[in-house]
């Protein structure tokens, strides 16, 4: 099993609020990703970092932005919570020297903006 | 615009069956394709992946099919078990821009095993 970690797991916020979503992979991976994903539904990508100091917008357009400090910590910011970012954010991270990168996925983590 | 999307959106199966879940994608140029397992409340596991220069790829009790004519993927589960039940994404890989390979993911299948 992978060893990727999404916390918090849940999160009920109210509008206007500031929010961070933290990722954190034990893997050593360099390449890691953000996906927003609706229930029963297809994951969009928002977000991706080919590694430290790298950030890259995904093919989903989203307000909220990335930093990649650390090679294991890949945290998401939403400055102004809407309740049309009422979703589920998951974190993945693949290898980069793999010609088939497979993307682990952390747990996810339930964000209901009120 | 390139697309991967699934045939099926819901598929009941009796325990101790076998399950075909099937894909469609749209873009040539995939050269990797992933199926993932999403549990209620859980990130999407890897299940098993296929290179587009194969046809057949087995696993544990899955096996992997690849029609390159028509653009086409299949996942096969082997007696399914009431712990297979579970939305199943197939996901399409291609060189894009940078070195991070993207994934574009189809809509997901529900599989449910029925007693």
């Known amino acids: 099993e992978a060893d990727i970690y999404q916390t918090p797991r849940y999160l009920v916020i109210g509008t206007g609020k500031k929010i961070t979503l933290e990722c954190s992979q034990t893997m050593g991976h360099d390449k890691m990703y953000w996906y927003q994903q609706d229930p029963g539904m297809e994951l969009h990508l928002i977000h991706y970092s080919y590694g430290v100091n790298s950030t890259e917008k995904g093919d989903l357009s989203s307000e909220s932005t990335v930093s990649r400090i650390r090679t294991e910590h890949f945290p998401l910011t939403l400055e102004s919570a809407r309740p049309s970012h009422t979703s589920q954010y998951l974190c993945?991270?693949?290898?980069?020297?793999?010609?088939?990168?497979?993307?682990?996925f952390g747990p996810g983590t339930r964000l209901l903006v009120l | 615009g390139e697309s991967v999307g699934l045939h099926l959106p819901t598929l009941s199966v009796q325990e101790g069956d076998n399950s075909i879940i099937n894909c469609a994608y749209s873009n040539s140029a995939s050269d990797y394709f992933i199926w993932y397992k999403q549990e209620s409340g859980k990130g999407p596991q890897f299940i098993i992946d296929i290179r587009s220069n194969m046809d057949k790829r087995q696993g544990q009790r899955v096996t992997v099919l690849l029609n390159k004519t028509v653009k086409h993927l299949s996942l096969q589960i082997a007696a399914t078990q009431p712990g297979d039940s579970a939305v199943y994404f197939c996901a399409e890989t291609r060189i894009s821009s940078g070195s991070a390979r993207q994934l574009t993911f189809g809509s997901g299948t529900q599989l449910t095993v029925l007693p």
């Open positions: 993945a991270s693949s290898e980069s020297y793999r010609i088939q990168e497979t993307q682990y």
